[in-house]
């Protein structure tokens, strides 16, 4: 409703605007439109340039380099294997898992537990999928050997500093 009153405004002005003017309001007008349009040119070149500054400031990639320095740091006459190295790089805080012998035995029986409750119909697809997950668990190799952990352990590793915040 607003959009038509103003449409209607405007088109009675422009009317009057010709009545008022003459043949030199085609002149007038042509004149507004013309200085509207380069403002409006000039108002979208200044944004395209800006959205492309912006694009090439986000495309640009650091060239800086950045030194890190080790986290461990062997101040032993000890030499350790890469696998020992990477085992202390994941820090105080890193547990370190250790498989108890009845493990799968255990999730096997929690696992049936939970199928009991299952409707019979369905009960043999979730036995065949435990039994397969269980079978990966069984051959999976656990990350840090026991005797890595013991190493570690033994020797009294110190892990530097910058680690311990």
């Keep these: 409703m607003k959009k038509q009153q103003l449409n209607r405004r405007l088109y009675y002005l422009h009317l009057s605007m010709a009545n008022t003017w003459g043949n030199t309001w085609q002149y007038i007008r042509d004149t507004i439109e013309m200085k509207l349009k380069k403002q409006i040119r000039?108002?979208?070149?200044?944004?395209?340039?800006?959205?492309?500054?912006?694009?090439?400031?986000?495309?640009?990639?650091?060239?800086?380099h950045h030194n890190f320095y080790p986290i461990?740091?062997?101040?032993?006459?000890?030499?350790?294997?890469?696998?020992?190295?990477?085992?202390?790089?994941?820090?105080?805080k890193y547990n370190l898992h250790n498989k108890k012998k009845n493990c799968l035995t255990i999730l096997a029986l929690e696992a049936?537990?939970?199928?009991?409750?299952?409707?019979?119909?369905?009960?043999?697809?979730?036995?065949?999928?435990?039994?397969?997950?269980?079978?990966?668990?069984?051959?999976q190799k656990t990350r840090p050997q026991p005797q890595q952990s013991n190493r570690i352990q033994h020797h009294k590793i110190n892990i530097s500093q910058t680690q311990r915040q």
Excluded: C, M, W
């Design 42 to 64: 000039l108002k979208y070149e200044t944004l395209d340039k800006k959205l492309q500054r912006l694009s090439q400031e986000q495309i640009k990639t650091p060239n800086e």
């Design 72 to 92: 461990v740091v062997n101040n032993t006459n000890i030499t350790f294997t890469k696998n020992e190295t990477a085992l202390l790089e994941k820090g105080l």
């Design 112 to 139: 049936e537990t939970a199928i009991s409750s299952v409707p019979i119909t369905d009960r043999e697809y979730y036995r065949k999928k435990v039994s397969d997950h269980i079978e990966k668990l069984k051959h």
